[in-house]
C-alpha cells in the first residue's frame, strides 16, 4: 500500500474497536422511547464513553453496539449542552474494554491529515479521511436560556453526515484529538477539540455529572478603545457591553449598555471569549472587580458572578 493508506488503515484498525455506535432513548410508562443515534468513544478501560451532548440529548439511557457484534446498555453519567459534551457508562465489569487515547487538538496544523470513525446514518464502524481545514473555528452551542461559544473548533473535510456526531476524528498516530459535532455543508465538519479546556469538562462530568460556569448577564462584543485610551493602555479593544440582562450579577453590579470592560480582576479582556474563559466554577459567587470605560472616564465596579443555568 502507499503511505497514505498505511496511515489511514493503521488508524482504522486502532480504533475501530473503541468507537461505537450508540442508540439512546427514555424510559417512559409506556415502554422505552427513542430519541436518536449517534457515536461514542471509548475512552477509559471500565467502560467510560466520550461523546456529543445532543447524541444524548433527552435520553436517560440506551444501547451501545461494538464493531464485534456486542451490545452493551448505557447509562448516562453527564452531559453539557455548552461545549456539547457527554460522559456516558457501559458495564466493563466482566471484561477490560479497549480505550482510546485522548490527544492534543492544540498541536494541529491546518492541512493535517485526520481521521474520522463513527456510525454514519447507522452504519456502524465507517472510517472516513481528509485533512484539517481550519482551525479555531467558534461554534455557539446553546441550553434553555445559556449561551456558550465553542472555541477553537476543529473544521474538517473527511466526510461527516448524521449518526457521525459522538465519534472520533484522530490524527495519524491514532490519538482522538477531537469530538465529531456538526456537518455544516458539504465537505465541511466541526469537531469539539480535545485539549486542557475538554479534560477539564469531562472531569466535572465524571465527578459531577455537570459542569459549574459563572455568569455575569451581558451581550457584548469586541470594541476598538479610542485611540488615547488604547495608547494609554497598550491595547487595541475592550468589551463592548450591547445589553445587561435584568437582575443580573452585572445589573447589580451597575454596568450599563454601552460601557466598555477594560478587564476583570486585573486581567485584559477583548472580546467575548475572554471574558467567558474567566467565568469558570470557581468564579462563582466570588467578588470580582470590573474596571471599565464610561463616557470617556474609566471607572470601577464589582460584581459577584452566579450560575449559568444550563
Known sequence: MDAYSEVVTRVADHLLPRVVQVRMGRRQSSGWRPTGSGSAVVFTPDGYLLTAAHVVADADSGTALF??????????????PLSDLAVAKVDASRERLDAATLGDAD???????????????????????????????????????????????????????????????????????????????????????????????VASLLHDGRVRRAWLGIAGARRPLPGRVSRRLGRPAGIGVEEVVPGSPAAAAGLRSGDLILDVDGQAVADAG???????????????????????????LRAVPGELAA
Open 274 to 300: 475572554d471574558l467567558q474563559r474567566l467565568m469558570l466554577d470557581e468564579a462563582i459567587g466570588r467578588a470580582v472587580r470590573l474596571r471599565i470605560l464610561r463616557v470617556g472616564e474609566v471607572v470601577e
Open 107 to 201: 498541536r494541529l496544523r491546518v492541512g493535517q491529515l485526520v481521521v474520522a470513525v463513527g456510525s454514519p446514518l447507522g452504519l456502524t464502524g465507517t472510517v472516513t479521511a481528509g485533512v484539517v481545514s481550519a482551525l479555531g473555528r467558534s461554534l455557539a452551542a446553546r441550553a434553555g436560556a445559556g449561551t456558550r461559544v465553542v472555541e477553537n473548533v476543529i473544521q474538517t473535510d473527511a466526510a461527516l453526515n448524521p449518526g457521525n456526531s459522538g465519534g472520533a476524528l484522530a490524527d495519524s498516530s491514532g490519538e482522538v484529538v477531537g469530538i465529531n459535532t456538526a456537518v455544516a455543508g458539504i465537505g465541511l465538519g466541526l469537531a469539539i477539540p480535545i485539549g486542557a479546556g475538554t479534560r477539564r469538562i
Open 67 to 80: 464493531t464485534d457484534g456486542a451490545e452493551r446498555r448505557v447509562e448516562i453519567v453527564g452531559r453539557d
